[in-house]
Structure formats: structure tokens, C-alpha cells
């Protein structure tokens, strides 16, 4: 169900962005991704990794651009989230380039 959620919800906000910052489809995308996020790894969990010291800063840029798109103004909002988003995510880019790099190492994928 998180999966899916979390799928739902990276579709509506890659629509809402191709309907010119369509703010409905947008805050409905945040809505369903948190709730996926929630249901994959947990309420505490989700908690924990929301609001650890470090993290606090792309924290409160994440839920205040989501804040922002739900008062109707989606492109400071998107704007204020992906740098919440960078910033919240940012010890995880470095693993998943690497698995990107990764991908060159399989024996059909290399050929192509």
C-alpha cells in the first residue's frame, strides 16, 4: 500500500508540475507521498527522520513549501520543497549514484 501511495503520489506531483504548478494536483501529491512514506517505514520512524537535529532546516522547508502550496502559491512552495527535499535526502545521493554506477557492471545492461 505505501508503494503504491508513494507512486500515486510522485504521479499527481509530476502532472500538477506538466499542468503549469497546478496547486490541487500538487498538494495532493505531497499529501499521498507522506502518507506512503508513512505507511512504508512507519509512523515513529518517519517522525525520527523528519525531525532529527541536523535535519531540521530541510524539515521546516519541506512542510512550510507544502504549507505554501496549499495557501495556492505552487512555484515558491515547489521551490521551498525541493531544497527541503535536497537538503533532507542529501546523505542519500551518494548511494544511489553509486548503485547507477553499479548498473554498468550487468552483463546486458553493459552491451546496451
Avoid: C, H
Wanted: aromatic share 22%; glycine share 14%.
Amino acid at each position: 500500500i505505501g508503494v503504491g501511495l508513494v507512486g500515486f503520489g510522485l504521479f499527481f506531483l509530476l502532472f500538477g508540475v506538466l499542468l503549469y504548478f497546478d496547486s490541487v494536483l500538487l498538494a495532493f501529491g505531497n499529501l499521498l507521498f507522506l502518507t506512503g512514506l508513512v505507511f512504508i517505514i512507519g509512523f515513529r520512524r518517519t517522525f525520527t527522520f523528519f525531525f532529527q537535529r541536523p535535519k531540521l532546516k530541510g524539515t521546516s522547508f519541506f512542510f512550510g513549501g507544502l504549507l505554501v502550496v496549499l495557501m495556492r502559491w505552487p512555484i515558491l512552495g515547489m521551490l521551498l520543497e525541493a531544497y527541503g527535499f535536497i537538503s533532507l535526502f542529501r546523505s542519500f545521493f551518494p548511494v544511489a549514484f553509486g548503485f547507477l554506477g553499479s548498473l554498468a557492471n550487468i552483463p546486458l545492461l553493459s552491451q546496451v
